[in-house]
């Protein structure tokens, strides 16, 4: 069965451990600036949201990549970036709608979440349980997957308070 | 059902994958009019600046890649398509017969009517063939002159310069790449390449290249003229469709299709640059010739020829990004704005740092930005999925920085 991140930013303190490891476990530094997950902040509401990559099934990255550089882990059903054949052309980072492939200056080529193989790290870093790595089909990551393949579903959706 | 394609860019190919993915026993034949295995355009300026070798530029990388998902490769033009009878007739006379036909055979680089434009050292940096002609003569210490600093001109630049010449750039336009950036925008662009010691001239035009010597001289309209060993002529491009002249098919700039990326014969549809597709700002039918364009037509379209027009295209965001020696640019939809629209823009010249939000109302509608890459794919779910701002409209007027902010703020709401 294929597993999906989950996060309920109702959890999140915004204690950004998640960032330090992925950080970590990517880059090998402690340093939020490169982390693949990100905590947002909403100052007014006091509110903390957690984001990364949601796996989309037909993904926007991987289908604009020139050079076939992304790549679906048939285990885990991740996307991931092949380091060696990107080019650093950075269309990937436009294309996906949710802003969560970016491109990284000191490598010149983009980075991604790639649910660290199969045992992500940012979860077992959440001492809240903010983000949970479950079956995929239960979880609401669904929703967000379809809104990602309907390439032609203008949802319609309105801003409220976070 | 035999799906017959014609055009192995990237439109093409995903369009293959698209429909096997769907029918795993169809019979899908891939028409290719280039000897090499299907490679990507875009891949050509970092085949230019020697990051990849030419294999690099390939859209897939196992060899047995197409005969292992079944589909078959023709290497042999088109030249003509008989939709009475359901054929089409092949470079070598061979005539081949389709259910259904996708041409997404993209567009080519044209040259401006001009004396010498057809000298020797005088190439389009369009295909792989003009990639090795140019990586033969742009060596360390030559001297360039690149014509046309559009979107595929400063691509090109950066690649240029990586290669040690001394490049000169001239441009018709007021401003660099004129159809992507805004007076500030394209101004801070070209004190940033000259900075980095590339000429840059614009408003300014080439009236004739001679060849003397080993060299060519390249005469301007408002200037001296200059001397150079290579002119690389990136001033335009044109879909191809002059081989569908008297197929019935109907055509304008690009093939002229519908909301199915079908065109006006039930079992043709067209994709990519050369497809004359639906621009999701303006609604208005265009060629936009960009690569994100290039793989959502091939996609569904393919979707619509497996399952009869299930799939509507609602239009594509016109969006580039542009890396020039650095220097990352952005422009997305409606960039300039709309008539009665709203703007909101920060920019700090010293750090070459610029983002321009342009609204219509309640919606994000267009961006362009300088020196900003983080989320930023997050300015084509606002646009493309037309996110009402609410509250988050005064924020990003305010703090034109807080897109990531607006965007999750209101799928949030929406889940
Ligand atoms: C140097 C360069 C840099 C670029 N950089 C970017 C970028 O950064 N971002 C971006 O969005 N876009 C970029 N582009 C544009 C992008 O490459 C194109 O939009 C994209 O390739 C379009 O894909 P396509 O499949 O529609 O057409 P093409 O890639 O043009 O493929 C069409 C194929 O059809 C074949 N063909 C043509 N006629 C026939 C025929 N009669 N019979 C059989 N086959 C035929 C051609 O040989 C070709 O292989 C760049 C282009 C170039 C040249
Ligand atoms: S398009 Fe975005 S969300 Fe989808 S797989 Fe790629 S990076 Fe992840
Ligand atoms: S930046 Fe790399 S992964 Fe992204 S589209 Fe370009 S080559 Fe592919």
């Known amino acids: 069965m294929e597993k999906a991140l989950v996060i309920n930013p109702d959890k999140c303190t915004g204690c950004l451990q998640c960032e330090l490891a992925c950080s970590y476990e990517n880059e090998g530094v ?133 | 059902m035999h799906y017959m394609i014609v055009g192995a860019g990237p439109s093409g190919v995903i369009a293959c994958e698209t429909i096997r993915k769907m029918d795993k026993n169809a019979k899908i034949s891939l028409i290719s009019g280039q000897c090499e295995p299907p490679y990507s355009r875009m891949a050509i300026p970092y085949f230019l600046e020697e990051k ?202 690009g093939i002229v299709v519908n909301e199915f990326l079908q065109t006006n014969i039930n079992n043709i549809y067209a994709s990519g640059d050369v497809a004359q597709g639906l621009d999701f700002s303006d609604q208005s039918q265009h060629v936009q010739a960009i690569q994100p364009t290039a793989v959502e037509h091939g996609r569904i379209a393919a979707i619509n020829m497996v399952n009869n027009n299930c799939c509507i295209h609602r239009g594509s965001v016109n969006m580039n990004i542009l890396d020039t020696m650095g220097l990352i640019s952005t422009s997305f939809g409606q960039w300039m704005g709309v008539p009665d629209g709203e703007q909101s823009i920060l920019l700090d010249k010293d750090n070459y740092l610029y983002i321009n939000l342009q609204f219509d109302g309640d919606y994000l509608v267009g961006v362009s930005s300088l020196g900003h890459t983080q989320n930023i794919g997050v300015v084509r779910g606002l646009i493309r999925g037309k996110v009402k701002l609410g509250v988050w409209k005064k924020r990003l007027m305010n703090n034109p920085n807080r897109l990531m902010e607006a965007y999750l703020a209101s799928s949030l709401s929406q889940a």
């Open chain 2, 52 to 253: 990849i070798a030419e294999k690099g530029t390939y859209l897939r990388h196992d060899e047995n890649y197409f005969s292992d998902q079944n589909i078959g490769i023709v290497s042999q033009a088109v030249t003509q398509v008989d939709s009475s009878n359901d054929n089409v007739i092949l470079a070598n006379g061979e005539v081949l017969s389709y259910d259904k036909l996708l041409l997404a055979t993209g567009a080519t680089a044209i040259s401006p009517p001009i004396a010498g434009i057809d000298l020797n050292n005088v190439h389009n940096c369009w295909t792989l063939e003009d990639a090795r002609n140019i990586a033969a003569k742009a060596v360390p210490g030559s001297s360039v002159v690149l014509m046309g600093a559009g979107f595929i001109g400063c691509i090109i630049l950066q690649s240029l310069l990586k290669r040690g010449v001394k490049l000169t750039v001239v441009e018709m336009g007021v401003r660099m790449v004129p159809r992507m950036m805004d007076d500030v925008a394209g101004a801070l662009l070209k004190s940033w390449c000259e900075s980095k010691g590339v000429t840059i001239m614009t408003s300014q035009q080439v009236t004739s290249i001679n060849a003397v010597n080993e060299g060519l001289i390249v005469d301007l309209k408002d200037a001296n003229s200059l001397n150079a060993d290579l002119v690389i002529c990136a001033t335009g491009v044109k879909s191809n469709i002059d081989f569908l002249e008297n197929s019935g098919i109907n055509i304008d700039q």
């Open chain 1, 30 to 162: 402690f340093n939020p600036s490169k982390s693949r997950i990100k905590v947002f902040t909403f100052h007014q509401e006091g509110r903390f949201v957690p984001y990364t990559c949601t796996q989309c099934s037909d993904a926007w990255c991987q289908q604009a990549c020139p050079v076939d550089a992304i790549t679906l882990n048939l285990l885990t059903g991740a996307k991931e970036v092949n380091e060696n054949t990107c080019v650093g052309c950075k269309v990937c980072t436009i294309s996906c709608p949710f802003g969560t492939i970016n491109y990284n200056q000191n490598t010149g080529k983009v980075i991604k979440c790639d649910l660290c193989g199969g045992d992500p790290k940012c979860v077992s870093a959440c001492p809240t349980q903010a983000i949970t790595y479950i079956d995929a089909n239960q979880t609401g990551m669904e929703k967000m997957r379809q809104w990602a393949t309907e390439t032609d579903n203008s949802p319609s959706n309105s801003a409220a308070n976070v």
